[in-house]
């Protein structure tokens, strides 16, 4: 879904920002028009009340200051500025002409006049910033807004296979998205044609470790070391995803990633077919094939051409090719390869690969044709083979190129889970492991049993049961894992891509070519964090494909809370703190109100009952049209 088909389902009125408070997060988002004519009447509101507090501060000051007895010239102006001055800009730049005018009379007698001169400086430069500031009133969360739902819910998966073409085309468009997302706002760090200020964390961190140990026996990978542990830590569903709720109604989710290669001697064999001719044969534990009503289960993992039969073609225009099996753990057994049926231990992964505590998956790189201008000892490419030269009509003479060792490398991974509820004490969380056992393990601290979590829907009203809920079923129907990842990409989830071209691998630099399996691992753990973020956002948002409706599970209840507290960032429309907005408009508005009734309250007080008298007539005589008609009387020239 585009910028602009998101920004349609932008919340327009008050919400509150749990990130703040129920108080300080109060928020009014705006059209941007609007959010801009409001900027703007807010700093016109605030010069306003700038000029009346100075009128307030003037009557007090020259109040405080009459007397009756007599004084210097130098008292008398200072009044007459104070009565007379509109604001305080002509306030300080008459109180300025006046001290340098006197500037002889030393300073004990202009000490008076001095504060005044840094009272109007700090009351201007006050009102000065506040002015400025105003718009930080919107600023400092402009880009911050909720989300309407419309057609929220999951999109589940149809039970006919000849329905899944609409659902398939929904998962490539969210993986296409989040895998350009995740190339421009994660790996580049660059201003591109992608907005990477939507969500309301630009990405999702990581730790990572280019030196981890083998996650399997260490006698099945190529490196007991060298090997690559990607770990998000707990990413907050809040502060990080964007779902906005209250401290009490919190929880995150971790997401491990560990890969190494595996060495093929010894668990690869070479097999005649009358069809397909030489075949290699990699036995890392039993796969099936089929669907749920015709499984077949296989004794070897994968099977591919040799070496030889891929190279006998031309290597101009070839691309690698991708394969992938994986096995699930569900209570600490595997089950079939892809999850599709149990197997049970002897018939899932090999000992050395299987783990009681994670999912593992097998990703196998094939070179089909394509060759490598210079040789790489990289552990999942490994092209050290002299394939032959290669020559052109363009350019003078040959260059030797280079072949992988492997009809396939295989390399292993192990995806586990994690999922806490921080709205608990002490934030408790779940077993890492994989992702079922992390589920069921994590169930109980959600207040659910795993026998609720094998429903549709969690228990009516339990509010706890249904964040861990949320969590499960996005995983569930969004291609979140590295199966969905590498399945619907393929060898566009290479980093190698960019360097091939014409099925041929090129580097400026031999050891740019040394550790590009570690930038594909790289490559997958950004788009799936990428994808993750999306996640949320689409719940709300929905599929405007009418085909996917009727495979639409609504969200219903409690559930609703997913729909009602997602947000996002966005440039076209502007969130208010209605906390600063208030306290600016209710204290200027006391402050206008005062000023307007102090003057005819003073004077009321003197006619009725001559309070301060003698300052209440300075006052009033030191107005400017007072000051004219008293020099024209004197000079004879009124009456």
């Known amino acids: ?51 009346r507090f100075w009128r307030v501060f003037c009557l007090v000051f020259h109040r405080c200051s009459s007397t009756s007895a007599p004084q210097y010239t130098l008292y008398y102006q200072k009044q007459v500025i104070l009565r007379n001055s509109a604001n305080a800009e002509t306030g300080i730049t008459s109180f300025f002409t006046l001290l340098w005018a006197w500037r002889k009379l030393g300073w004990r007698r202009l000490l008076s006049l001095l504060s005044l001169l840094v009272s109007t400086a700090l ?21 911050t807004v909720l989300l309407n739902p419309q057609k929220c819910g999951f999109v589940q998966h149809p039970i006919n296979v000849t329905e899944t073409g609409p659902l398939s085309a929904l998962y490539a468009q969210k993986i296409y998205n989040a895998a350009n997302y995740a190339q421009q706002c994660y790996l580049n760090n660059t201003n591109g044609l992608l907005n990477c200020d939507r969500f309301v964390a630009d990405r999702i961190s990581w730790v990572s470790d280019t030196n981890a140990s083998c996650r399997f026996s260490d006698t099945i990978c190529r490196n ?11 990413v907050d569903t809040h502060a990080i995803l964007g779902f906005n709720a209250p401290l009490q109604e919190r929880s995150s989710s971790r997401y491990v990633l560990h890969c190494a290669p595996l060495v093929t001697e010894g668990y690869k064999s070479i097999v005649n077919t009358s069809d397909k001719g030489v075949m290699v044969r990699y036995n890392y534990g039993w796969s099936v094939k089929g669907g749920k009503t015709n499984v077949t289960e296989q004794n070897y993992t994968y099977s591919i051409p040799d070496i030889k039969s891929q190279y006998l073609q031309t290597f101009n225009g070839a691309n690698f090719k991708l394969s992938m099996t994986s096995w699930a753990t569900f209570h600490g057994e595997t089950v079939g390869a892809e999850g599709s049926t149990p197997l049970g231990v002897n018939h899932g992964a090999i000992p050395e690969l299987a783990r009681k505590d994670a999912d593992v998956h097998i990703i ?8 490598f201008d210079k040789p790489t000892s990289d552990p999942w490419y490994l092209a050290t083979v002299v394939g032959g030269t290669a020559s052109s009509s363009t350019y003078v003479g040959a260059t030797p190129f280079w072949i992988p060792e492997e009809a396939a490398s295989p390399l292993g991974c192990v995806e586990q889970f994690q ?7 002490n934030k408790p969380c779940g077993p890492l492991a ?18 609720e979590l094998t429903q549709e829907r969690p228990p009516i009203g339990n509010i706890e049961g249904t964040r861990l809920w949320r969590m499960a079923v996005l995983n569930v129907y969004n291609p979140l894992d590295l199966k969905n990842l590498v399945r619907a990409t393929g060898i566009q989830s290479l980093g190698s891509r960019v360097l091939t071209l014409g099925g041929i691998l090129s580097a400026t630099d031999a050891t740019d070519l040394q550790h590009l399996w570690q930038l594909d691992v790289v490559n997958w753990f950004a788009t799936l964090q990428a994808a993750l973020q999306a996640s949320y956002v689409d719940t709300v948002t929905g599929t405007r494909d009418a085909l996917l409706d009727s495979w639409l599970l609504p969200l219903e209840g409690v559930e609703q809370e997913v729909c009602n507290g997602q947000k996002i960032r966005s440039s076209r429309y502007g969130s208010f703190n209605v906390f600063a907005l208030l306290f600016t408009y209710i204290v200027g508005g006391v402050i206008v109100l005062l000023s307007i009734l102090v003057e005819p309250t003073l004077d009321l007080l003197h006619r009725k009952f001559g309070y301060k008298s003698y300052q209440q007539l300075e006052w009033s005589t030191n107005e400017q049209l007072q000051l004219l008609r008293l020099a024209h009387e004197e000079a004879g020239h009124g009456t």
């Not at 088909?5 to 932008?10: A, H, L, M």
């Not at 196998?364 to 060759?371: D, I, M, P, W």
Request: glycine share 8%; charged share 10%.
């Open 434 to 451: 994989s992702f079922s056992d992390a589920v069921d393990g994590a169930a109980p601290l959600f207040n659910l049993t795993v026998e």
């Open 224 to 234: 007991k070391q060298s090997n690559i542990r990607l770990d998000t830590g707990q």
């Open 1 to 51: 879904m585009s910028d602009s088909d998101i920004d349609s389902f932008v919340h327009i009125g008050l919400w509150t920002d749990w990130s703040h408070g129920s108080v300080l997060g109060q928020r009014l988002t705006l059209s941007r028009s609007n959010a801009n004519l409001l900027v703007a009447f807010t700093a016109f509101f605030i010069a306003f009340v700038a000029t």
């Open 419 to 425: 999922y806490c509820n921080l709205a608990r004490p």
């Open 123 to 143: 009351i201007l430069a006050g009102f000065t910033i506040a002015g400025g500031f105003s718009s930080q009133i919107s600023s400092a969360t402009a880009d």
């Open 364 to 371: 196998f790189l094939s070179g089909n044709g394509v060759v």
